[in-house]
């Protein structure tokens, strides 16, 4: 086809991923296409492109293409920096969906993930704070241990004056097991359990409206 991104879209749109993963490996710029569409104005659309970029990378690297995925990640980070002009909005979430796909060939990739903040400046710090607890918290799915660094970040965000930002805080942290939890997340849960601003979190398929406070609620019921 001459331009993929209406089918691939499509794909996404209906949820039909097995017909996305069965055409990728015979055209190997499916993941850069991918990469378009987490852009889409339509939110879900943009979030099961990010999805899809973890499978469709997991499927290269089994089919011996590692390499060309690392290459796709250092361009991830190369967007995010000031001499690309921080044009990568979606790349924490895609460097973090990608990596936890395939955590061992990529391991080197997890504390550079975690850390992705550290180094900006003030205004990126506020254009991809949400991107990187969404991604941190991803990580810390299938490796928390080497995640905990990020930690951080998701404290600073329980103090954010943006409920979708204490939120993807919140869900951050309740991604890693109890004991590796932070003790300083006690003081902050008092005050979040009423707290009633509304949250999006994409669940794996769709996008799910939460409440700060429901967040708060499934931690403290699972300390």
């Not at 889409?40 to 997991?58: K, M, S």
């Not at 361009?75 to 460097?95: N, T």
């Not at 180094?119 to 799915?141: I, P, S």
């Not at 990020?150 to 409920?163: C, H, I, K, S, Y």
Request: aromatic fraction near 8%; charge should be negative; include cysteine.
């Amino acid at each position: 086809m001459s331009d993929p991104l209406p089918q691939l879209r499509a794909w996404l749109q209906a949820g039909d991923l097995a017909a996305l993963l069965e055409y990728a490996p015979h055209h190997k710029r499916t993941l850069s296409y991918l990469t378009a569409l987490t852009y889409d104005p339509e939110a879900v659309i943009a979030w099961r492109a990010l999805d899809a970029c973890g499978q469709v990378a997991a499927q290269a690297i089994e089919a011996g293409e590692l390499e060309w995925v690392r290459n796709h990640l250092r361009r991830c980070q190369w967007l995010l920096s000031d001499e690309s002009g921080g044009i990568g909005w979606r790349a924490p979430e895609m460097m973090g969906e990608i990596v936890a796909r395939s955590p061992e060939a990529l391991a080197e990739f997890i504390p550079l993930v975690a850390l992705l903040l550290f180094d900006m400046e003030d205004e990126d710090v506020v254009r991809f704070k949400n991107g990187h607890l969404w991604a941190v918290g991803r990580l810390a799915q299938v490796r928390p241990q080497q995640t905990e660094v990020g930690q951080p970040w998701a404290l600073l965000a329980l103090e954010d004056g943006d409920p979708q930002t204490r939120g993807l805080g919140l869900w951050c942290l309740l991604q890693f097991p109890t004991g590796l939890r932070p003790t300083e997340l006690a003081e902050f849960l008092p005050g979040l359990k009423a707290d009633e601003g509304e949250v999006e979190i994409f669940d794996g398929r769709d996008i799910r409206l939460t409440q700060v406070k429901y967040i708060a609620q499934e931690i403290i019921n699972h300390k």
